[in-house]
């Protein structure tokens, strides 16, 4: 389309129309800005009754659990003789 095409088009639509269009879609925007932390804190309460927040016990097992896996890991990659070395080590603290 050229920009003649373009501007045929855009002069077939009425100018008052085109005015309230702009005026309603500025007072929704300004309605969406001023109420915008009500809306992300029901936003927010949404997910949470999706999705709710695990408890510090949940997450201290799981972060105990990832620990005792990686430790497992490490320890699946040393030679015998570290491996030896790394549980003497732990059984001394």
């Known amino acids: 389309m050229s920009a003649a095409t ?3 088009s855009a002069t077939t639509i009425p ?8 005026v309603y879609l500025a007072l ?3 309605t969406l800005m001023f109420f915008r932390p009500l809306l992300v804190g029901i936003g ?9 927040r695990r408890s510090k016990a949940e997450l201290a097992a799981q972060r105990a ?4 896996l990686a430790m ?3 320890n ?10 790394v549980r003497a080590m732990g059984i001394r603290y």
Do not use: H
Request: no cysteine; glycine share 8%.
């Open 65 to 68: 659990l990832d620990e005792a």
């Open 6 to 8: 373009l501007f045929q």
């Open 72 to 74: 497992n890991r490490k």
């Open 28 to 30: 929704l925007g300004g």
């Open 15 to 22: 100018f008052g129309q085109m005015f309230s269009a702009a």
């Open 76 to 85: 699946a990659s040393l030679d015998p003789v570290d491996a030896a070395e």
């Open 44 to 52: 927010r309460a949404l997910f949470l009754t999706v999705r709710p």
